[in-house]
């Protein structure tokens, strides 16, 4: 999935370690503790952290896959998005388009981002929601690449912000499952961004990215333009939309594929 390779470029970004910050690597029952300790801290009750972390241990898949997948986007722009912005896509997406006309033209007005970027994005995640979203635990997933030393400090924030999803219940322990490094729901949003831009939009009372449609739709809009959309502006190569987009996803290439997809949902 996209989501997947995506994680390889946007979680490299440096980010400061907190101070009480967990020791990575050595035993890990010792660095589950460490980081429960640092949850509370950052107000996680002890039952959200019992219960997530009760019979933890790591996943060596997630570091094997985690190993393996860097250079992905060294293939050319072309091949890339030939795989990826497919007929049959394209016609799944204009069917979303009319089913989600009115959520769409809401939300288009709310956050002023394009439909057609949004389905785009959308289609490319998860296939509209229908695809693979991931199947792994998210807690389990994420305190496996924080004990893993090469980016700690990022995934040991990432952690505590799943933490945080449960305890605002906005998903339930049993539903946090997403991808490879952590990626939740249909538009695979992280769990720092699934707390910083989440919008419930359904009005059930919680931010719900896994099973609501309109929850997606504008949590994915909201996070672009937090993030300096324009609205009304082009968003092709060199423009500042296209810009905005880096906060989704860093490599040129994925930015290009977005594009292209939303310019084929428009006829274009």
């Known amino acids: ?33 460490a980081m429960a300790r640092d949850a509370q801290a950052a107000g996680i009750s002890r039952g959200v952290i019992g219960r997530a972390f009760a019979g933890l241990s790591i996943d060596y898949g997630v570091l094997r896959f985690d190993r393996r997948q860097h250079g992905t986007f060294r293939q050319s722009f ?3 998005a030939a795989t990826r912005v497919t007929r049959s896509r394209i016609r799944r997406g204009r069917a979303q388009l009319s089913r989600h006309a009115a959520l769409l ?20 995640e998860s296939d509209f929601g229908k695809g693979d979203m991931g199947h792994l635990p998210v807690v389990r997933t994420l305190a496996t690449l924080a004990h893993d030393c090469r980016r700690s400090a990022l995934f040991q924030r990432e952690l505590i912000a799943a933490l945080e999803i449960v305890q605002r219940g906005d998903l339930p322990l049993r539903d946090l499952i997403g991808a490879n490094a952590g990626e939740i729901g249909q538009t695979q949003f992280l769990p720092s961004s699934y707390i910083k831009y989440g919008v419930d939009y359904d009005g059930d009372g919680r931010v719900d990215l896994r ?6 739709l504008a949590s ?49």
């Open 1 to 33: 999935m996209i989501a997947r390779i995506l994680a390889a470029v946007f979680l490299t970004l440096p980010l400061a370690a907190p101070a009480s910050a967990a020791q990575c690597g050595g035993n890990f029952s010792a660095f589950l503790s």
């Open 78 to 80: 072309a091949r890339y």
């Open 105 to 124: 033209s809401r939300v288009e007005r709310q956050f002023g981002v394009p439909r057609f970027v949004l389905v785009a994005i959308w289609g490319l």
């Open 211 to 216: 099973h609501s449609a309109a929850d997606v």
């Open 220 to 268: 994915t809009a909201n996070l672009l333009k937090v993030n300096g959309w324009r609205a009304g502006q082009p968003y092709g190569e060199g423009t500042a939309n296209f810009d905005a987009m880096r906060e989704w996803n860093h490599a040129l290439i994925y930015r290009k594929t977005i594009v292209l997809f939303a310019q084929r949902l428009q006829g274009r």
